[in-house]
């Protein structure tokens, strides 16, 4: 009578695993199998190098022998050094800046090729500066807008004298240019793909009640993929906050660090890292305010995007 009371009084997910199929009980077993080793690499690629690297950022090192524990001190010169201020400054300007230039050209390309004819070919054209290396669109980049590049060549061709010295004075913001050119193809692809699973009825509804094109996108083709938005912001967010190969080939000369006035927090981080004496516990400590930066916004934008799924 007491094993009875026993069995009755078993919880109800234990009865439910014991009647649990052979197949079900098998999927249980190999989940942590397959799981485990997901696990262990990001462990060893991601929360050990962040662990390491939080620690440094409370020592004085110098790359090589014993470390010195110094505390807050890195993050107290960070808050005190004017280079760090405009570095952080170019950080938040490529941030919403050139993100926002990004996103509107991107949707004003969703609105153009959503009806054009040979969308797909104008597609992977546009995609095409993500398949090339950082380096080589920097390259690439200053080449047009050099002393005697194609730009200056053509503003002579159409009268202008003088041309700007794109490389001096208006450097950051030639860098911010480029940025908004090698971005756009890669976030109208992604913004692309979500219009495409987008019913055609919706928008044929959309002509029948005489809707312009910015009426159907604002309310058919922005509601429908704002999930997808929310992706590409994210995915914004962090390039923009670890971007460094662009500004540092495109501004640098000779393998030389670029002006400071057009570092952003990954260039002074690597500078204090790699030029003159090396300061790796300031590098860190700039490596753990951009990964603070990135939480914050990730998880911003996670409760601006938040919403409940659409069926259609």
Not at 14 to 19: E, M, N, S, T, Y
Not at 271 to 293: K, N
Request: aromatic share 12%; charged share 15%; with cysteine.
């Amino acid at each position: 009578m007491a094993a009875t009371a026993v069995r009755k009084a078993r919880p109800a997910h234990a009865a439910a695993a014991a009647h649990a199929s052979p197949l079900e009980r098998r999927r249980r077993r190999l989940f942590w199998p397959f799981v485990a080793p997901a696990l262990l690499l990001y462990a060893v690629f991601y929360i050990v190098p962040t662990l390491v690297t939080a620690w440094i950022s409370l020592n004085d090192w110098a790359g090589a022998g014993p470390m010195r524990f110094a505390g807050l001190d890195n993050y107290r010169r960070l808050m005190l050094d004017p280079v760090f201020h405009d570095a952080f400054t170019n950080t938040l300007v490529i941030l919403f800046v050139v993100g926002g230039a990004t996103f509107a050209l991107s949707f004003v390309m969703t609105i153009i090729l959503r009806d054009m004819a040979g969308r797909k070919a104008v597609r992977s054209i546009i995609f095409f500066p993500n398949i090339v290396s950082g380096i080589v669109l920097s390259i690439l980049w200053g080449f047009l807008f050099q002393a005697d590049g194609v730009v200056n060549t053509a503003l002579r061709g159409a009268g202008l004298a003088h041309p700007p010295n794109w490389l001096g004075a208006h450097l950051f913001t030639v860098i911010m240019i480029g940025l908004v050119w090698a971005q756009t193809g890669f976030f109208t692809t992604i913004l692309m793909a979500a219009v495409d699973r987008i019913p055609r009825e919706l928008y044929e509804a959309c002509d029948l009640e005489g809707a312009s094109a910015l009426q159907r996108f604002r309310h058919v083709t922005l509601p429908l993929m704002w999930d997808v938005v929310g992706v590409c912001a994210v995915l914004w967010s962090i390039h923009a906050i670890k971007l460094f190969e662009f500004i540092y080939a495109f501004a640098g000369a000779a393998g030389q660090l670029p002006p400071t006035h057009v570092w952003n927090t990954a260039v002074y981080a690597y500078a204090e890292a790699f030029s003159g004496v090396p300061r790796y516990g300031s590098a860190a400590a700039t490596g753990m305010v951009m990964l603070a930066l990135v939480a914050v916004l990730v998880v911003l934008l996670r409760r601006l995007f938040r919403r409940d799924g659409v069926q259609y």
